[in-house]
């Protein structure tokens, strides 16, 4: 069983950054892809980014690439996302998840944390 905690949400001006963390505990941070999810209101989850079990391998959606970065550190069983010239669409509450194939596929996260919560102001 994986427990992921995240940190780092707030409200923030457009064309700011924030770096989010989440912290791993009670499993093989190692052998898990991760990725990072963002939910806004009446919308659906979706994959914002994704790193392999060895950080080796990233995917991003499109409407972050070149503006978010996914990192993890297996040493401190955390994965980073670090979010730069956010707009006010980035607002959302944003999930990470731990998953045993480094997949776009929601269904195949099987750990979830509890949410960090995103705002960007115009």
């Known amino acids: 069983q994986v427990t992921l905690v995240e940190s780092g949400g707030g409200l923030v001006q457009a064309g700011g950054s924030l770096r989010l963390s989440c912290a791993a505990s009670?499993?093989?941070?190692?052998?898990?892809?991760m990725g990072w999810f963002r939910q806004a209101p009446g919308k659906e989850r979706d994959l914002v980014a994704a790193?392999?079990?060895?950080?080796?391998?990233?995917y991003y959606g499109d409407s972050v690439k070149g503006r978010f970065t996914i990192s993890r550190d297996n040493a401190k069983n955390t994965v980073y996302l670090q979010m730069n010239s956010l707009k006010p669409e980035d607002t959302a509450v944003y999930y990470c998840?731990?998953?045993?194939?480094?997949?776009?596929?929601?269904?195949?996260?099987?750990?979830w944390g509890q949410g960090t919560q995103v705002s960007v102001s115009s």
């Open positions: 998840a731990a998953s045993k194939a480094f997949t776009v596929l929601r269904r195949m996260y099987d750990y």
């Open positions: 009670g499993g093989t941070f190692s052998s898990y892809a």
């Open positions: 790193i392999s079990w060895s950080g080796n391998s990233t």
